[in-house]
């Protein structure tokens, strides 16, 4: 979730042939320095929104929504106004009124999370339907989608994809390719049980071919394999049994056999850890509320205790200093748990979620704003533009940036 947006770097990365290593953005460091320049009045958050503009936004969007906050207009059309003609969306688009073209480097989990978000929010049906449509023009024929359209499959692009079919009312196991579906490709991408990391989720295959565990692609892993997108509540209450091997084992099997490893992750400390080169023992914030969040929609609620409430008594500074889409990934925690998030270990989450960006347009309603018109003109956007291989030397360079929703590709072991 914010989760994970680091491996989103990290596949383009691989596309480019670049090797950076493996966590592009740190969950408990800011994206970069603030930017010289104005800020736009109706984007989340005040650092450099080039990695995550579209990511943040959604993610806080979605998290208002979810509490009963309608979110300001103009954070909206914001958000509408990043998308293509195409129907897709970048991480950030500085210039919203020029044309997409093959510089625009449109990715499946911007486009993806806004799909969550506005589909949650409700009146963006030609925007959700026309970036629905780019995201299954992007899938692989392993039924799973990458980060960027032609990049190999990886857990963490097919399970915020599955969120966006969810989120607009398509059955994900209706959407194939060759026919397989999304499901198909995250049951391929999970660990058998047994040895080491058995039953977790791999965020790709690794050189040659084999499963490795990653923390932060289980626990997306679990969530889309149980047909949830970032929001969730929590399933029927149930003990965890160990990883079960079935001839066949199906998303349920899996999305069983990813919590079981993500509950024996947490086994000896109630955090899941870094795993950043010098990073010994460093607490993983960002991966942590994930697996809280899965372990809820599992029915492992008493699991996911423990864990929450060193959220609660721990997360603060991480959260202030990470901003709008940390705090969307606490209050999904909550949510996913029953807790209160405008409580959450003595702090109002929603209030300090609403500080980051435009002051909500009213309390207890979500929002149904009018959908803005997108007049671009058509745009291939599938190529890779100078700016986006400056970006990734660029992060390769400092080894850590921001969450990504986002996406850590971190190994765990």
Known sequence: MSVRRTAAVLAATAVIGAVVAPAAFAADSSPSPSPSVALPSGLFGSTDPTYDGVWRQSLALLAQHTVGVRPADKAVDWLTGQQCANGAFAAYRADAGAACDAKTQVDTNSTAAAVQALGALGGHDDATGRAVTWLKSAQNKDGGWGYMAGGASDTNSTSVVIGALKAVGKKPQNVSKDGKSPYDALVELSKVCGGEGGGAFAYQPDKSGKLVANADATAAGVLAALGNGFVAKAGPSFDLTDCTTTDKPGPEDAASNGADYLARSLAKTPYLKAALPGAKDQPDYSNTADAVVALAADGATKLAKEPLAWLEKNSGDWAAKSGPAAYAQLIFAAHATGTDP???????????????????????????????KNDEKKDDGNGLGVWWIVGVGLVAGIGIGFLISGRNKRQQL
């Open 342 to 372: 405008r409580d959450f270990g003595g702090k109002d989450l929603v209030a300090q979620l609403a500080a980051t960006g435009p002051a909500p347009s009213a309390a207890g309603a979500s929002a149904t704003p009018s959908e803005k």
